[in-house]
């Protein structure tokens, strides 16, 4: 009764259009009604309590490294550095996009801000040297969903607050399964893009090479300088964000000078809206997570899931394509938010690592930005290429099955994610 009464309440409340935050608070207010309390004003505290979290001083500090790392001219040494290096192999427009989305994931960890900022600079090239635009764009999108899951990640975060998981071990235990994602869409690319009759651009010569070496060095090290901040314990997660923005600000204005004063006052504003947007999502859900303990309904899931628990492969197995249905339909934000308390006592109670359950569940979340209709980067694409939504899925399927080949690969063996993380952590 309970989990027909929630997605009522949350399936009706988008229906009619209203924002996932205040559809969340209405799932919570049915639930309030339903176990019998009426004292509306524990929304009030809840939502003022899921806010005020330590962890989550991150994200606005990440989200202002992303806005300052675009208009400093980060995004784009990045990606010419790649194109120095293997702009001249067949295919190596692709390879420069898969490199540079997984630098920026690095940096950034939004996704549609990183397939944006690729594509802005690469699908115009790809054109004009003959590649299949969907499947460019496809490559991109595929791309873009890797910042989620590498470290700096506020997916990561989020989930890290909301499931009450360390946050540290999270980003730690990213990376591998982000790179395998990379490495995933090289040899797709590799493969479908062998026989296009493309334009190769000119090899460099070292000069140029070293050149784009030095243009790209303060760019490249920011990544290296918060992984290994994270690994040497120099900072935590929170404090790694205001080091990013910090970075992002100085080489910004006076390493690369690209970024302008006068410019300041509009980052400063969009990264806040971001934020806002996001913490107020945050504390609504932790208001219905906690009605949700409330009203027993892990334990009704539970009880629909337990023909599964005899064996945790299986059970993972399970929940992932429970995941990877509903991401097809909700977004990446009300996915986390909905079934991450709904989920975390189901792997808990059957022995599930916490932060190898994360980090899949990022992933898959992640992916689902990419699968139709929902699928916020696809728009992004659809956009910054200028191709309809279904010239875009034809291009981007082989990227898809190689992103879900990798998922389902973490699933069926955890010591690929377990094991780096301990080597990180010891």
């Not at 003022?48 to 001219?73: H, K, Q, T």
């Amino acid at each position: 009764m309970t989990v027909a009464l929630f997605t009522a309440a949350l399936l009706g409340s988008m229906a009619i259009g209203m924002p996932i935050a205040f559809a969340l608070l209405v799932c919570a207010v049915v639930l309030m009604v339903a176990g019998g309390q009426t004292d509306t004003t524990i929304l009030s505290q809840k939502l003022v309590e899921g806010a005020d979290s330590f962890p989550l001083l991150a994200i606005p500090f990440f989200m202002l490294a992303g806005e300052l790392m675009n208009a400093g001219g980060i995004s784009r040494r990045i990606v010419l550095f790649a194109l120095t290096f293997v702009g001249h192999i067949r295919g190596g427009l692709g390879l420069v996009a898969i490199f540079a989305s997984v630098v920026m994931a690095a940096i950034s960890g939004s996704a549609a801000a990183d397939a944006a900022a690729i594509g802005a600079l690469l699908i115009p090239m790809m054109r004009q040297a003959g590649y299949d635009v969907p499947r460019a764009a496809g490559l991109i999108a595929a791309g873009g969903v890797i910042a989620p899951v590498i470290p700096p990640s506020i997916g990561l975060i989020v989930f890290g607050v909301v499931a009450n998981v360390s946050i540290g071990k999270l980003f730690l235990a990213g990376i591998v399964p982000g790179l395998m994602m990379g490495v995933a869409l090289v040899l797709t690319w590799l493969w479908v893009a062998r026989r296009d009759a493309v334009a190769i651009r000119p090899r460099q010569g070292w000069d140029a090479r070293g050149k784009a070496v030095l243009e790209a060095f303060w760019a490249l090290l920011m990544p290296f300088g918060i992984i290994g901040g994270l690994k040497f314990g120099v900072f935590t997660p929170t404090e790694a964000g205001v080091v990013a923005a910090v970075y992002a600000l100085v080489v910004g204005l006076f390493v690369y000078r690209e970024l302008k004063p006068a410019a300041l006052p509009r980052l400063f504003t969009a990264a806040a809206r971001s934020t806002a947007v996001v913490v107020f999502l945050i504390a609504a859900a932790l208001i219905s997570a906690w009605l949700i303990t409330l009203s027993e309904l892990p334990g009704q899931v539970k009880a629909m899931l337990e023909p599964f628990m005899w064996d945790k492969t299986v059970l993972m197995l399970v929940i992932m394509v429970i995941v990877v249905v509903v991401g097809t339909a909700l977004d990446f934000a009300p996915t986390l938010m909905i079934l991450t308390p709904i989920l975390m006592p189901i792997v808990k109670e059957a022995g599930i690592d916490p932060v190898y359950f994360g980090v899949l569940f990022i992933m898959n979340n992640a992916i689902g930005l990419i699968t139709p209709p929902v699928g916020i980067v696809l728009n992004v694409m659809c956009g910054v290429s200028k191709i309809t939504m279904p010239d875009l899925m034809k291009g981007l399927w082989p990227f898809l099955w190689a992103e879900l080949a990798v998922l389902f690969l973490l699933v069926l063996f955890p010591g690929l994610v377990t094991g780096p993380l301990w080597w990180l952590t010891h």
